[in-house]
């Protein structure tokens, strides 16, 4: 007769092994290691937490340092390879297999790796992709995750960075898996439940606070005039034109730009209440003078920002907070709202082709893309119109639409750092494709999606291109001194120009002598922290007084 | 000085009118009205729980049966319009505002109220968009919602009908909404738990088991040699070549014949363990066969299906289950999933035209689509390969891919209930849209996405197509005797055939006089219960025995 609940069984052999071995569901930190090596069978699929923010870095360590002849074989699959013990484990011989978003920091590593042969890599995904597989054919047998307080019982208080916590505990613990949180502290009363105790089966107080990057904190001291420039063009040739309400930025200085701009140059513009009211966006403490000055009404976070907690909490009208006043984030559903609920995204590249394919691949590192191929594309099954979704639809068509589109931005200088030209012929990723044996090139956006690019040059707008030829001399129009700029064919170029699909700062009424610092409603770090009325508290490392 | 926490101001004062009026968290049933009228404020955004399945349908009578004159102007936000009640709000005047999914039982009352202007409609979404907007700009002040039971601290426990709940109640809560729960039962300990105390503001005991519809069982005895036919060509034609393992089956009866063919049919062509391993379904009866017979290894679900409870506890390496044994499902997960895990989505529709776009809008009513357009749709923010992905993304470019391709069919008889013709020059939804003053035609999925269209006649692979003509010539040519492909360019068939655009049965080596009943796993929901070893226990409507 057939067993239908072997997973189960399982499960409840590993439960009554430990049981055995005197663990309880409180498991003291120096014990572990020990139940790693109990709970994990050789070959089970491991979910260590981890993502841009918070990492469950005790449990990391931990599971590097079991025995590799009792752990081992196991198929990682994570959301981000972060820490030097992502990789570890991989040396070691413990995991053979990983499928994951992003390695930003351990690209370089996870590339050697895979030249050495020492690990699989099954596939690259975006976030919600692989939370998406996790309930489909990547579910964890055992999930390792991070909160940061229990309760007696094993509840969960995540704090503001819920992040992905949800998505990896309902997969793991509704297929039979088991649940091992690590927690900053255990106290008797949570501010609220994030996670409740019977999904947890094991948790224990890690030795330190867990590991929180400060990632999408940028200091408005550095942003420069060139930035400045670009941001009034995005904001009086994008967001104004198709009324942008609903967006996500990407993360850096270009769109750091936008929203230090917001409060003082949108707002000469007439356009407070107008555009950027709604967003999907980590805390950034760039949005601080917007919110002050009443431009944005509502942000839902994919995780928190260090320093920005009191700030979250004395805003509750804007963030996403529980009755506690700590933010509630969630990335799968953040990223849902970043892919069907935003009109627009706009984010930076490494470069760009003729294609308009844009990618930050570079050829020795395996990075990943995290969310951005996600809120970078145009969602064929959306189904509610907007007036930017509906503008940008009829823009791409000759005839009346069937579906809007939309806006999916780019922003770039064309000239990177060390004179690397943002435009090229061909995308670092093909080569990266040839070296991992890929099947397909690891693009972040597809030109097919890109509606805009923004350089200091101007703005092209591709949905207005009707042919492949126009869309590359719009490129080009738009590249600059680089090689790509120059090659552009000048006659047809001016034609683009004066059907509006190249946007020169002029065209829009944008004297760039004006595109100074003065623009900028923060121009520090302690700016910052004056407009949020001292609640915003910057990491040591963003302080200079 | 500005004051940032107004919502959370709102929250306490509707709190406190609550308390003065003798609320607890417990509400006695017969004094839920009186509650409703105390904390819903004028023009609150509403969010009523109900979708395909199950219904918040105690608190959705209640809501209509509020004072007009103290409850109105309300804006509901819900994924389904399904119930009597659900317009009555709106006839009444307690609503005036629509944001939706989905309202097929109600679809023709609904626009009735459009055309009597007793309603503006804010826009009709798929499923994971609606969920997406929850946390954006559509965020409900109020969530009335259900679930099985609660403890006498508030927990909730949803059972096997999980659902919508976790994103409605997420979105509500954690931006000072309030969330008001029906339960059937209120227990000492609850079985698990699915929604924290803290995230529920007021329970009630429903004098009556919250409403389940049986949506998703399809009687074997009603399965034709005709649906037959072309489940054969689905399974040896499309997922064979393309080696579909991850997918999404829509609702219907040619779904269904291809679910019970999977034991019979596709094991002897040797596909067992080849094809339809994992899936993104709700546990639809006529699965258990292919179940049984070792085809499925997994299954998440966007919600369960009455009478399946124990077939689901006992299958617990399959389905996703709590430790109590009862499902665990989830729509937001499972879309999410459909979206961008699975490799193929197959569905039925009732109008195509030329282009390849499909509908099931008809002139005089305004249905939506739930979740089809999702499914349906070609993810761009996908970046992990497969088989089918690639072999997709192959065929549909001519050089070298940088993308692959989901699988998105269409599996329709080329004639639908009295004598009309499926292909169409032009859909009904053009119609709708004018009647509705729409943005945008309801279209269910866009032509760009289509990849294969399944008639009686044969497959049309629209990958292939290398011109829009050849695209029309595929959809006719498959379109068998309606005028559509009555109108067919016999010589430009005839060569699509030889490159294998077109495949009739006999080139697929199916001989259509096999295509007999006795192909189905089971004939009956009878046989269905045999396959279940009686664990399945159909509702009477489906017993005849």
């Not at 307080?149 to 509704?174: C, H, M, Q, S, W």
């Not at 420039?229 to 995005?234: Q, S």
């Not at 394919?357 to 509610?384: C, E, K, L, Q, V």
Request: hydrophobic content about 40%.
């Amino acid at each position: 007769m057939t067993t239908w609940n072997q997973k189960q069984q399982r499960k409840a052999q590993k439960l009554a092994k430990a049981c055995d071995s005197g663990f309880d569901k409180y498991v003291p930190h120096e014990r572990i290691i020990a139940l790693l090596e109990t709970v994990i069978d050789r070959g089970d699929r491991v979910c260590l937490e981890g993502n841009n923010q918070k990492q469950a870095d005790f449990l990391s360590k931990s599971l590097s340092s079991c025995n590799p002849d009792i752990v081992n074989g196991l198929h990682i699959v994570q959301s981000v390879l972060a820490l030097p013990s992502h990789i570890d484990v991989f040396e070691r011989g413990i995991a053979s297999k990983v499928d994951f978003s992003f390695a930003g920091p351990q690209s370089l590593r996870l590339a050697q790796l895979v030249q050495a042969q020492k690990i699989t890599i099954g596939a690259i995904h975006t976030y919600l992709e692989l939370y998406g597989r996790y309930f489909i054919d990547l579910t964890p047998n055992v999930a390792l995750i991070t909160a940061h307080a229990a309760d007696k019982r094993g509840n969960l208080y995540t704090g503001a960075n819920t992040e992905d916590t949800p998505a990896i505990v309902e997969a793991t613990t509704f297929k039979s898996g088991i649940v091992i949180a690590q927690v900053n502290e255990i106290v008797d009363e949570l501010p609220r439940v994030d996670i409740p105790s019977d999904w947890v089966d094991y948790y224990t107080q890690s030795p330190k606070h867990n590991y929180i990057e400060p990632l999408f904190t940028r200091d408005p001291a550095q942003i420069t005039e060139i930035q400045i420039l670009m941001a009034m063009m995005a904001i009086k040739g994008i967001y104004a034109p198709y009324k942008i309400n609903r967006l996500n930025h990407g993360i850096g200085f270009d769109t750091a730009a936008i929203e230090l701009l917001l409060p003082t140059y949108a707002e000469s513009l007439g356009l407070k209440g107008e555009i950027c009211t709604h967003w999907a966006l980590n805390p950034h403490p760039t949005l601080i003078p917007a919110i002050e000055s009443g431009f944005i009404h509502s942000v839902h976070s994919f995780g928190s920002e260090v320093g920005m907690e009191n700030y979250v909490k004395a805003r509750s009208d804007v963030f996403f907070t529980g009755a506690d006043g700590s933010m509630r984030s969630n990335r799968a559903f953040s990223q849902t709202a970043g892919l069907y609920a935003c009109d627009l995204f706009i984010g930076s590249t490494l470069q760009i082709d003729l294609q308009g394919n844009s990618s930050t691949a570079t050829a020795d590192r395996i990075a990943g893309f995290g969310g951005a191929p996600n809120m970078g594309s145009d969602p064929h099954g959306r189904r509610h119109a907007s007036y930017a979704y509906m503008k940008a639809g009829r823009e791409a068509v000759d005839g009346s639409p069937i579906k809007g589109r939309k806006l999916v931005v780019q922003m770039v200088e064309t000239y990177r750092e060390h004179m690397q030209s943002v435009f090229v012929n061909e995308l670092d990723a093909f080569k990266l494709q040839q070296k991992m044996g890929a099947d397909l090139p690891p693009i972040m956006i597809y030109g097919d999606d890109v509606t805009h690019i923004v350089t200091e040059e101007g703005i092209a707008n591709l949905l207005l291109c009707r042919t492949p030829d126009e869309r590359e001399q719009a490129i080009r129009g738009v590249a600059g001194y680089t090689p790509i700029g120059l090659g552009r064919d000048d006659t047809m170029v001016a034609r683009l120009r004066e059907r509006k699909v190249i946007q020169r700062p002029e065209d829009l009424g944008i004297n760039p002598m004006h595109a100074t610092r003065d623009l900028l409603a923060a121009k520090s770090v302690k700016d910052l922290v004056r407009w949020s009325d001292r609640l915003y508290e910057p990491p040591s490392r963003f302080r200079n007084w």
